[in-house]
């Protein structure tokens, strides 16, 4: 089960935003579709990201993918140890394996709450 305490965006991103600034990742759902990660790029400390825009690529045997931010602001830290720990993204998608922290300007209005984006989800297939 996801964690009800995050958003979601329909490309499979997460935030969790507290005080202003927002943790961002990528789901369960989209590891799993991912399979066997390769490699990750990350924006550096002190970056702008824009909601709806990318903000770095996740790539694996199969593919790379964009990585959209559900936010917009300033990057104020980034998980560096993740690229060198893929297999946290399998084991904590939710947990250790977040990618971003943002301080946190505009957040996107099509934020999925955990119900809306299981239902995404679903039809997804």
């Not at 507290?18 to 759902?29: C, L, P, Q, S």
């Not at 996740?58 to 140890?81: C, F, Q, R, W």
């Not at 939710?94 to 984006?117: I, N, Q, R």
Request: glycine share 8%; proline share 5%.
């Amino acid at each position: 089960m996801r964690p009800n305490d995050r958003k979601f965006l329909k490309s499979h991103e997460w935030c969790k935003i507290e005080n202003g600034v927002a943790t961002i990742g990528i789901t369960d759902y989209a590891v799993s579709h991912l399979s066997d990660l390769v490699f990750l790029d990350l924006p550096k400390k002190g970056a702008s990201v824009t909601i709806g825009e990318s903000f770095g690529e996740i790539e694996s045997v199969k593919a790379v993918s964009s990585l959209y931010s559900p936010v917009s602001g300033e990057v104020v830290d980034v998980n560096t140890k993740l690229p060198d720990s893929l297999e946290w993204l399998a084991q904590e998608p939710f947990g250790k394996a977040w990618m971003l922290k943002v301080k946190v300007t505009a957040s996107s209005p099509e934020l999925l709450d955990a119900a809306g984006y299981e239902a995404h989800c679903q039809a997804e297939g």
